[in-house]
């Protein structure tokens, strides 16, 4: 099956400095990429995706990049604020698949004010 | 996107009781998931809630601990049955939305602690 790594495990940062937060997966088939971000207490939002017919996708201050052939993928947020600090996980999924997602193993990300 | 509601929001229980756990969704959705988080880690998923069949669990969970139904398009409930401490976790509820995407939307998680 899927099996998707997530790096790092922990991520400090100044507050307006840039954040990265890589995940590579396994199977090829793969072709669906969610972002959620996990605040403390509650339950993972989606904050973007991305498909495999797509190279990168941005949303304001937060952007994914995808490169199939290296098979891996990146978020990546500008401009941190204290307000993104929170566990971010990326998923991988087969959308035509029974649409289970294989999650990584998540990032802590601090913003340091 | 999709709201989903769970109850109870937290529990504590006693070793060798059951709990078991509401998920409503908002929207028509065409898949509903049940996933553990256990305090720091990762979510795992424990079974594909189907309507109106038995769920479809993943390696190392089975039904007679945690039996799942989903009686119609919205709703579902997850129990945790004989538990032992073991089971203190977040239990999560997830859906994907008829129509929609084939993303997953979250609920906010049972958070149950078993003594």
């Known amino acids: 099956g899927e099996n998707v790594e997530q790096h790092p495990s922990t991520l400090s940062v100044q507050e307006g400095d840039s954040a990265v937060i890589k995940c590579t997966y396994s199977?090829?088939?793969?072709?669906?990429f969610p972002w959620y971000k996990q605040e403390l207490g509650k339950g993972p939002q989606l904050i973007i995706d991305?498909?495999?017919?797509?190279g990168e996708k941005k949303d304001q201050r937060i952007a994914v990049t995808l490169n199939k052939t290296a098979k891996h993928f990146s978020l990546h947020i500008t401009e941190t604020q204290p307000e993104d600090s929170a566990v971010y996980f990326c998923a991988a999924s087969i959308s035509t698949s029974g649409n289970q997602f294989y999650f990584g193993t998540g990032t802590s990300l601090t913003v340091i004010p | 996107s999709a709201v989903i509601s769970q109850k109870p929001s937290r529990d504590i229980c006693q070793r060798g009781t059951s709990l078991t756990i509401q998920c409503q969704v908002d929207?028509?959705?065409?898949?509903m998931f049940w996933y553990r988080q256990q305090p720091g880690q990762s979510l795992t998923l424990i079974a594909t809630a189907n309507q109106g069949s038995e769920a479809t669990y993943e390696s190392g969970f089975v039904i007679d601990k945690f039996p799942i139904s989903r009686p119609n398009l919205t709703f579902s409930t997850l129990t945790v049955s004989n538990m032992s401490p073991e089971d203190s976790s977040i239990y999560l509820c997830?859906?994907?939305?008829?129509?929609?995407?084939?993303?997953?939307?979250f609920g906010p998680g049972t958070r149950l602690l078993v003594l």
């Open positions: 199977d090829s088939a793969s072709n669906y």
């Open positions: 991305i498909r495999s017919n797509v």
């Open positions: 929207s028509q959705v065409t898949m």
């Open positions: 997830s859906a994907s939305i008829a129509g929609g995407p084939e993303t997953q939307y």
